[in-house]
């Protein structure tokens, strides 16, 4: 978006105010957010908001907006996810009040709750009459990212969830599908609905094809490898800890059986697949060297070649393969909703009123439904009406199928692991990925990690960590029904 | 007007005349004050503070500043990770110092003859020490890319077939490569000092060894090492103390992986420190890190002051 297109919108959009939302019900919130904002005229937010593409929201699209409608300045700090939770809390031990609001992953709200870092939202969220909207986002978000024992700390804000890319045009070859039901004696699926049908699938397709196209690609590097273990783990019918004792059970047979897969996997994967994070993955499949892929929502929007001829998306590799992809749920059918974000407001702000009402005008129906649809900042449709609405579904030719894919995946998806402390036990599972890929026997691997879970279970407070876990666990999306 | 006596004696006859200092000695040290001060301030301070945190219980979510004993600091000793994460760092040392050395005070030696161009190869060789670690951890990282790196192509262009080298992955390689960047990056120091060193040897004394018929590896032996000895011994002293600190070519090629098998002090304190806000465990090991390096550091300089 250029300057110029910007402020067309910004206009439309200023008119859109003036004019509709006093008829729609659903942009009260927005509205509400932007009068009450206009005491606050002439001072300014911090916001902090992951680095790269995600913060060209705010900086080009969402921050002027709100500055030229409340004149309250927003500032963007720009911080990588894997630092993202380190400054919050750093920010907040040091008691600065730079930080006015916050982008926070779900899984660690509790931590930083915990720590005091987070102010409570629910006064704000009654006084601002914002209560009736945060019932429109999505269930599986709204009832789980949201609060923290039964208390308001973030607006959740992206719809982050894994989804299954395929090729249909390879999937749908008669001539594959004929070799392979008499190869493997079944219909091939399209697409895989488990595990197994997607080794069988994808390892043919490499042979079938005699390495031109490669099966599956996959994120294995371990910062991903760890929360599709996670997902995989739960699909395949693992359980991360006994309820009873809180022992780890990572190293079950289910959690060796996944390993042991990956590593199978690999000989028909790409080579060095094990090296390969969100963007080698992505370049793999949009040159259309992979059959098969797991991975965020954007891919999706890219491969069709939605938005790819913006500046801000000049490095996505252009897509060969547009038209050519199917979306569904990841084999096991209980999709993983990794990461993700909320925005909530720092306890150490010293302008917590503006800070909030910025975050409930983002995440409020209407101005939400204008973010996920910008094809470069990466926040993914999470309410009811970013995937019924008509205006996203003529985005491409496949987007209605797309946003199904996902609104199936929140229906249907698995939490992130949340307790005392999860990076921690997650830094396990990280770092058992890097062994496997060393060459390191996966029974040995997952016995080490298990024991430095039981470790760390032991520092944090046995009792302590078995509620957390039984609170989080207790979730219907926890684990497969 | 007589002139006041500078050494006035005692008041008593025959009392012991009592040495005074001369007037204004004690102002050299007023003098010094200041920057004694701001020494103390930046480099004193923050290691009785390390210490005193390492005594308290501050973790992510306690703040518990009262006397916790040493604790932390018993953990710390049964704590196999650290151990090993010293180890690994010992190992970079004992591996990276000795080729900085040897090839620093080759190219030094390649350096003394004045051959044309000299001032240009200088100048390109000591670029990397100008670029940022992380920078350079970042750069190898895509060098030895096994999809895009041209290292890896360069080696199928030698032995004729495709390389998919997982040089931060597979533990064979994940060693060389940390080495490789790290030599590549400060190579070029040692070669600078030993450099300016080598052009500071009596030449007197290098002719007179010529006549003798003394052998190159004896002149040198005999000539050269004891004139840049002192040189050397400080080369290695500051590069062996950048390497026991050595975190960002780890961090950007392996983040201490596979596993923990790369996992340096630096890397282990940070994860501890800023990933888990163990923050008063990270201040015990800081400060066991601390004596274990100020106790090499003393026996070293009083080994150079001896040898001198």
Same mark, same amino acid.
């Given at each position: 978006?250029?300057?110029?297109?910007?402020?067309?919108?910004?206009?439309?959009?200023?008119?859109?105010?003036?004019?509709?939302?006093?008829?729609?019900?659903?942009?009260?919130?927005?509205?509400?957010?932007?009068?009450?904002?206009?005491?606050?005229?002439?001072?300014?937010?911090?916001?902090?908001?992951?680095?790269?593409?995600?913060?060209?929201?705010?900086?080009?699209?969402?921050?002027?907006?709100?500055?030229?409608?409340?004149?309250?300045?927003?500032?963007?700090?720009?911080?990588?996810?894997?630092?993202?939770?380190?400054?919050?809390?750093?920010?907040?031990?040091?008691?600065?009040?730079?930080?006015?609001?916050?982008?926070?992953?779900?899984?660690?709200?509790?931590?930083?709750?915990?720590?005091?870092?987070?102010?409570?939202?629910?006064?704000?969220?009654?006084?601002?009459?914002?209560?009736?909207?945060?019932?429109?986002?999505?269930?599986?978000?709204?009832?789980?990212?949201?609060?923290?024992?039964?208390?308001?700390?973030?607006?959740?804000?992206?719809?982050?969830?894994?989804?299954?890319?395929?090729?249909?045009?390879?999937?749908?070859?008669?001539?594959?599908?004929?070799?392979?039901?008499?190869?493997?004696?079944?219909?091939?699926?399209?697409?895989?609905?488990?595990?197994?049908?997607?080794?069988?699938?994808?390892?043919?397709?490499?042979?079938?094809?005699?390495?031109?196209?490669?099966?599956?690609?996959?994120?294995?590097?371990?910062?991903?490898?760890?929360?599709?273990?996670?997902?995989?783990?739960?699909?395949?019918?693992?359980?991360?800890?006994?309820?009873?004792?809180?022992?780890?059970?990572?190293?079950?047979?289910?959690?060796?059986?996944?390993?042991?897969?990956?590593?199978?996997?690999?000989?028909?994967?790409?080579?060095?697949?094990?090296?390969?994070?969100?963007?080698?993955?992505?370049?793999?499949?949009?040159?259309?060297?992979?059959?098969?892929?797991?991975?965020?929502?954007?891919?999706?929007?890219?491969?069709?070649?939605?938005?790819?001829?913006?500046?801000?998306?000049?490095?996505?590799?252009?897509?060969?393969?547009?038209?050519?992809?199917?979306?569904?749920?990841?084999?096991?059918?209980?999709?993983?909703?990794?990461?993700?974000?909320?925005?909530?407001?720092?306890?150490?702000?010293?302008?917590?009123?503006?800070?909030?009402?910025?975050?409930?005008?983002?995440?409020?129906?209407?101005?939400?439904?204008?973010?996920?649809?910008?094809?470069?900042?990466?926040?993914?449709?999470?309410?009811?009406?970013?995937?019924?609405?008509?205006?996203?579904?003529?985005?491409?030719?496949?987007?209605?199928?797309?946003?199904?894919?996902?609104?199936?995946?929140?229906?249907?998806?698995?939490?992130?692991?949340?307790?005392?402390?999860?990076?921690?036990?997650?830094?396990?599972?990280?770092?058992?990925?890097?062994?496997?890929?060393?060459?390191?026997?996966?029974?040995?691997?997952?016995?080490?990690?298990?024991?430095?879970?039981?470790?760390?279970?032991?520092?944090?407070?046995?009792?302590?960590?078995?509620?957390?876990?039984?609170?989080?666990?207790?979730?219907?999306?926890?684990?497969?029904? | 007007?007589?002139?006041?006596?500078?050494?006035?004696?005692?008041?008593?006859?025959?009392?012991?005349?009592?040495?005074?200092?001369?007037?204004?000695?004690?102002?050299?040290?007023?003098?010094?004050?200041?920057?004694?001060?701001?020494?103390?301030?930046?480099?004193?301070?923050?290691?009785?503070?390390?210490?005193?945190?390492?005594?308290?219980?501050?973790?992510?979510?306690?703040?518990?500043?009262?006397?916790?004993?040493?604790?932390?600091?018993?953990?710390?000793?049964?704590?196999?990770?650290?151990?090993?994460?010293?180890?690994?760092?010992?190992?970079?040392?004992?591996?990276?110092?000795?080729?900085?050395?040897?090839?620093?005070?080759?190219?030094?030696?390649?350096?003394?003859?004045?051959?044309?161009?000299?001032?240009?190869?200088?100048? *390109?060789? @000591? =670029? $990397?020490?100008?670029?940022?670690?992380?920078?350079?951890?970042?750069?190898? /990282?895509? &060098?030895?890319?096994? +999809?895009?790196?041209?290292?890896?192509?360069?080696?199928?262009?030698?032995?004729?077939?495709?390389?998919?080298?997982?040089?931060?992955?597979?533990?064979?390689?994940?060693?060389?490569?940390?080495?490789?960047?790290?030599?590549?990056?400060?190579?070029?120091?040692?070669?600078?000092?030993?450099?300016?060193?080598?052009?500071?040897?009596?030449?007197?004394?290098?002719?007179?060894?010529?006549?003798?018929?003394?052998?190159?590896?004896?002149?040198?032996? *005999?000539? @050269? =090492? $004891?004139?840049?000895?002192?040189?050397?011994?400080?080369?290695?002293?500051? /590069?062996? &103390?950048?390497?026991? +600190?050595?975190?960002?070519?780890?961090?950007?090629?392996?983040?201490?992986?596979?596993?923990?098998?790369?996992?340096?002090?630096?890397?282990?304190?940070?994860?501890?420190?800023?990933?888990?806000?163990?923050?008063?465990?990270?201040?015990?090991?800081?400060?066991?890190?601390?004596?274990?390096?100020?106790?090499?550091?003393?026996?070293?300089?009083?080994?150079?002051?001896?040898?001198?």
């Amino acid at each position: 978006m250029d300057r110029r297109q910007f402020v067309i919108g910004s206009g439309a959009l200023a008119g859109l105010s003036a004019v509709g939302w006093p008829r729609l019900a659903n942009a009260q919130a927005a509205q509400k957010a932007v009068e009450a904002a206009q005491a606050f005229r002439g001072s300014e937010v911090t916001v902090v908001w992951e680095a790269g593409l995600q913060a060209l929201d705010p900086l080009n699209f969402s921050g002027p907006m709100w500055e030229e409608a409340t004149g309250i300045k927003v500032n963007i700090v720009e911080v990588p996810t894997s630092e993202m939770f380190t400054k919050i809390l750093q920010e907040h031990r040091a008691g600065t009040g730079a930080y006015d609001a916050l982008n926070v992953v779900p899984a660690w709200m509790p931590d930083l709750v915990r720590a005091g870092a987070l102010e409570p939202l629910d006064s704000y969220v009654e006084k601002y009459g914002y209560g009736p909207e945060l019932e429109t986002i999505a269930p599986v978000y709204r009832d789980n990212q949201m609060k923290v024992d039964g208390t308001i700390y973030g607006l959740p804000d992206d719809g982050d969830v894994l989804v299954l890319y395929y090729r249909t045009d390879v999937l749908n070859d008669p001539a594959l599908q004929s070799e392979f039901k008499a190869e493997m004696g079944y219909d091939l699926p399209v697409p895989p609905t488990t595990w197994k049908e997607f080794d069988d699938v994808g390892a043919f397709i490499t042979e079938w094809s005699d390495g031109k196209i490669y099966g599956a690609g996959f994120m294995r590097e371990s910062t991903y490898g760890a929360l599709m273990f996670q997902e995989r783990f739960r699909n395949e019918g693992g359980r991360f800890f006994d309820p009873d004792t809180m022992k780890a059970t990572i190293n079950s047979d289910v959690g060796v059986k996944v390993f042991t897969d990956w590593v199978a996997e690999n000989k028909w994967m790409p080579k060095g697949v094990q090296t390969w994070g969100f963007v080698e993955n992505l370049a793999a499949f949009l040159a259309g060297d992979t059959a098969m892929t797991v991975s965020w929502p954007p891919y999706g929007r890219w491969a069709a070649g939605y938005g790819t001829d913006t500046e801000a998306l000049s490095w996505v590799p252009k897509s060969t393969i547009g038209g050519k992809v199917g979306y569904a749920m990841t084999p096991g059918g209980h999709p993983q909703l990794a990461l993700g974000f909320a925005l909530g407001v720092s306890s150490s702000s010293r302008n917590k009123e503006a800070a909030y009402l910025f975050c409930q005008w983002l995440n409020s129906a209407e101005i939400s439904l204008q973010r996920v649809q910008l094809p470069y900042a990466l926040r993914d449709p999470f309410r009811d009406s970013h995937f019924a609405s008509e205006e996203y579904k003529s985005r491409w030719p496949e987007a209605p199928q797309y946003l199904q894919a996902l609104q199936d995946g929140a229906v249907n998806g698995l939490l992130d692991l949340s307790i005392i402390q999860t990076d921690r036990y997650e830094e396990v599972i990280r770092q058992s990925v890097t062994r496997l890929w060393s060459g390191e026997d996966p029974k040995a691997i997952l016995d080490d990690a298990a024991a430095q879970w039981d470790s760390l279970t032991e520092r944090i407070g046995l009792e302590k960590q078995k509620a957390a876990y039984a609170s989080w666990a207790s979730n219907p999306a926890a684990y497969p029904a | 007007m007589t002139q006041a006596d500078p050494f006035p004696l005692s008041a008593e006859a025959g009392a012991r005349p009592v040495r005074r200092r001369p007037r204004g000695t004690g102002f050299k040290y007023w003098m010094i004050l200041p920057a004694v001060a701001v020494i103390l301030l930046i480099g004193l301070f923050p290691v009785i503070y390390t210490a005193m945190k390492s005594v308290q219980n501050i973790t992510m979510f306690d703040q518990d500043f009262s006397y916790n004993g040493f604790i932390h600091y018993k953990t710390l000793l049964n704590d196999t990770r650290f151990w090993k994460a010293l180890a690994h760092t010992l190992i970079f040392v004992a591996v990276a110092l000795p080729l900085e050395l040897l090839l620093g005070l080759a190219m030094a030696y390649l350096f003394l003859d004045r051959l044309p161009g000299r001032p240009i190869f200088v100048t *390109l060789l @000591v =670029l $990397p020490v100008l670029v940022s670690p992380i920078v350079a951890g970042a750069t190898w /990282r895509l &060098l030895l890319d096994n +999809r895009y790196g041209p290292i890896n192509q360069i080696i199928g262009w030698i032995t004729g077939t495709e390389q998919t080298l997982l040089w931060s992955v597979d533990p064979n390689l994940v060693y060389p490569a940390i080495i490789l960047a790290e030599v590549w990056q400060w190579t070029p120091f040692m070669f600078l000092l030993l450099w300016a060193a080598l052009q500071n040897v009596d030449q007197s004394q290098m002719e007179a060894a010529e006549l003798d018929g003394a052998s190159w590896w004896r002149t040198f032996r *005999l000539v @050269v =090492l $004891p004139s840049i000895w002192p040189v050397v011994a400080i080369a290695v002293l500051i /590069r062996a &103390l950048d390497l026991f +600190r050595l975190f960002d070519v780890v961090w950007a090629l392996t983040k201490g992986g596979p596993g923990t098998m790369t996992e340096t002090i630096s890397i282990y304190a940070y994860v501890q420190g800023f990933q888990q806000f163990e923050t008063s465990y990270t201040a015990a090991m800081a400060f066991m890190v601390i004596i274990i390096l100020a106790v090499t550091v003393t026996i070293v300089l009083r080994k150079i002051e001896i040898d001198r």
